[in-house]
T-cell receptor, first 119, second 107 residues
Framework: GAVVSQHPSWVICKSGTSVKIECRSLDFQATTMFWYRQFPKQSLMLMATSNEGSKATYEQGVEKDKFLINHASLTLSTLTVTSAHPEDSSFYIC???????????????FGNGTRLTVT | QKEVEQNSGPLSVPEGAIASLNCTYSDRGSQSFFWYRQYSGKSPELIMSIYSNGDKEDGRFTAQLNKASQYVSLLIRDSQPSDSATYLCAVNNDMRFGAGTRLTVKP
């Protein structure tokens, strides 16, 4: 149980275009999902917390107008990288918890990640 | 002081040895503890969760929790090259991760 599906697994786009990444909880409802970015040989960096039905909470230094997050249902959150540039090339990972956001007992379940390359 | 600290490694052990990964935390009221494994180029996956003091065993993996000393450990017995990965410790489902501990198991 507790499967998170992320799509696409990889994408190549041209500079200046936008890319949408989907994150779905397949067998549970996820009130809260999290988006991460990871550059090669670096740590996972939390970008934002996605809350169903409300605006996402972005980490300091993450541009909310560039990384648009929509969490329209309890099973789907999307991250859109707008006007992508080569420096946005990275590994983007989503995660979700199967318990209430306030619960400490539920682990994070991760999607398989999306490797974005901007040319 | 960071809320959660791991021995930064890298840690290298020979195949068949016991790998010991340690994590300390500052919030004495922490209730839940998780170990994730991340292979290079892949996303993290949950390998162990522990909520009570003592040991919890799952196959070759043992999580040890000591709330009085505020540390949680992960022991990997009979380490295999396939265990080579970065291991991430998380406390109370904190969604922010540190660098983790990079483990290499040498054949």
């Amino acid at each position: 149980g507790a499967v998170v599906s992320q799509h696409p697994s990889w994408v190549i786009c041209k500079s200046g275009t936008s890319v949408k990444i989907e994150c779905r909880s397949l067998d549970f409802q996820a009130t809260t999902m999290f988006w991460y970015r990871q550059f090669p040989k670096q740590s996972l960096m939390l970008m934002a917390t996605s809350n169903e039905g409300s605006k996402a909470t972005y980490e300091q230094g993450v541009e909310k107008d560039k990384f648009l997050i929509n969490h329209a249902s309890l099973t789907l959150s999307t991250l859109t990288v707008t006007s992508a540039h080569p420096e946005d090339s990275s590994f983007y990972i989503c995660s979700a918890t199967s318990g209430p956001a306030s619960s400490y007992n539920s682990p994070l379940h991760f999607g398989n990640g999306t490797r974005l390359t901007v040319t | 002081q960071k809320e959660v600290e791991q021995n930064s490694g890298p840690l290298s052990v020979p195949e068949g040895a016991i790998a010991s990964l340690n994590c300390t935390y500052s919030d004495r009221g922490s209730q839940s503890f998780f170990w994730y494994r991340q292979y290079s180029g892949k996303s993290p996956e949950l390998i162990m969760s522990i909520y009570s003091n003592g040991d919890k065993e799952d196959g070759r993996f043992t999580a040890q929790l000591n709330k009085a000393s505020q540390y949680v450990s992960l022991l990997i017995r009979d380490s295999q090259p396939s265990d080579s990965a970065t291991y991430l410790c998380a406390v109370n489902n904190d969604m922010r991760f540190g660098a983790g501990t990079r483990l290499t198991v040498k054949p």
